[in-house]
């Protein structure tokens, strides 16, 4: 309870300021079809208005519900106007995504910590990669790899594994470098190699690291997934369906598929806590 009522109040505020801004944002149609038919029309009369138009700038709450409630629950999930069809097409491209840049992210760390060399001509690059726009890069990837006969899913899994490897990267790297001194010298004094400090010290002081970059790093991944189906549309997916809206002036179904888009991402970071709960159990925290 002490928990239900400051989250209830911010969703009743954030649903009264979008109601205040759909009429704001409508109110201005309305009076120039007013204008258009030469009559007058009071402020009483254009609030009703802005709540149904058929495309509105900005969709009042109840009319995404109504749009959610179709496209999700009346329509069978195989349907390629349902909601859940698309959100499994960007799951599907998000999960494979991650798994890559974890991967990819995960061996450069350990790379990076255990060489030098790997550390200076590396890390400069792992850095930079994320200073390059992905709505610019992301269709130069598709032309290299569609070159490549690499399309469809895996195609947009690599984008998603662009945007998700660098905070692993980074993150495993903080971690792994963690243990202080002392407890390095401890290790030797065990007469412990490199593998075995590795294995034994600096891998399990990197865990709460990792989890925490990967939390971050899906949430990238979902984003590459979405900016990948805004290049590869046909194969569908919520970025297609936040295209295809923006395309047709279609506001209800982009914001229906953005709310359906924060639900993904909602739902995926509970899952990497629960990892990180089951990976470090009997661990300090």
Same mark, same amino acid.
């Given at each position: 309870? +002490?928990?239900?009522?400051?989250?209830?109040?911010? $969703?009743?505020?954030?649903?009264?300021?979008?109601?205040?801004?759909?009429?704001?944002?409508?109110?201005?149609?309305?009076?120039?079809?007013?204008?258009?038919?030469?009559?007058?029309?009071?402020?009483?009369? $254009?609030?009703?208005?802005?709540?149904?138009?058929?495309?509105?700038?900005?969709?009042?709450?109840?009319?995404?519900?109504?749009?959610?409630?179709?496209?999700?629950?009346?329509?069978?999930?195989? +349907?390629?106007?349902?909601?859940?069809?698309?959100?499994? %097409?960007?799951?599907?491209?998000?999960?494979?995504? /991650?798994?890559?840049?974890?991967?990819?992210?995960? @061996?450069?760390? @350990?790379? @990076?910590?255990?060489?030098?060399?790997?550390? %200076?001509?590396?890390?400069?690059?792992? $850095?930079?990669?994320?200073?390059?726009?992905?709505?610019? %890069? =992301?269709?130069?990837?598709?032309?290299?790899?569609?070159?490549?006969?690499?399309?469809?899913?895996?195609?947009?899994?690599?984008?998603?594994?662009?945007?998700? /490897?660098?905070?692993?990267?980074?993150?495993?790297?903080?971690?792994?470098?963690?243990?202080?001194?002392?407890?390095?010298?401890?290790?030797?004094?065990?007469? =412990?190699?490199? =593998?075995?400090?590795?294995?034994?010290?600096?891998?399990?002081?990197?865990?709460?690291?990792? /989890?925490?970059?990967?939390?971050?790093?899906?949430?990238?991944?979902?984003?590459?997934?979405?900016?990948?189906?805004?290049?590869? +549309?046909?194969?569908?997916?919520?970025?297609? &369906?936040?295209?295809?809206? +923006?395309?047709?002036?279609?506001?209800?179904?982009?914001?229906?598929?953005?709310?359906?888009?924060?639900?993904?991402?909602?739902?995926?970071?509970?899952?990497?806590? =629960?990892?990180? &709960?089951?990976?470090?159990?009997? &661990?300090?925290?």
């Amino acid at each position: 309870m +002490s928990r239900a009522l400051p989250v209830a109040t911010v $969703i009743a505020a954030i649903i009264v300021i979008w109601y205040l801004g759909a009429v704001w944002m409508n109110a201005q149609w309305e009076r120039d079809q007013a204008e258009r038919a030469g009559v007058e029309i009071t402020l009483a009369e $254009i609030i009703p208005k802005t709540m149904a138009q058929e495309r509105p700038v900005l969709p009042a709450p109840h009319q995404v519900a109504v749009e959610l409630w179709d496209t999700v629950a009346a329509k069978p999930v195989t +349907s390629k106007r349902s909601l859940v069809w698309h959100g499994w %097409i960007t799951l599907s491209a998000t999960l494979l995504g /991650f798994a890559f840049g974890t991967a990819l992210g995960v @061996i450069l760390a @350990i790379g @990076i910590v255990a060489s030098r060399t790997m550390d %200076i001509s590396v890390m400069p690059w792992v $850095i930079a990669s994320q200073m390059v726009p992905i709505l610019a %890069i =992301a269709p130069m990837m598709i032309v290299v790899l569609n070159a490549a006969d690499v399309g469809g899913l895996v195609a947009k899994a690599m984008i998603s594994m662009y945007l998700s /490897f660098f905070p692993v990267v980074v993150g495993m790297v903080k971690g792994l470098r963690s243990p202080d001194a002392l407890q390095l010298d401890l290790m030797r004094t065990y007469s =412990a190699n490199g =593998a075995q400090t590795f294995l034994k010290l600096r891998l399990p002081a990197s865990l709460p690291y990792l /989890f925490t970059s990967m939390k971050v790093g899906v949430a990238a991944s979902l984003v590459g997934a979405i900016v990948a189906e805004m290049t590869l +549309s046909q194969d569908g997916g919520l970025g297609s &369906r936040l295209l295809n809206g +923006s395309y047709y002036g279609q506001t209800m179904m982009i914001w229906a598929a953005l709310i359906a888009s924060a639900v993904l991402a909602g739902g995926l970071i509970p899952l990497i806590g =629960a990892a990180q &709960r089951l990976a470090m159990r009997g &661990r300090p925290t």
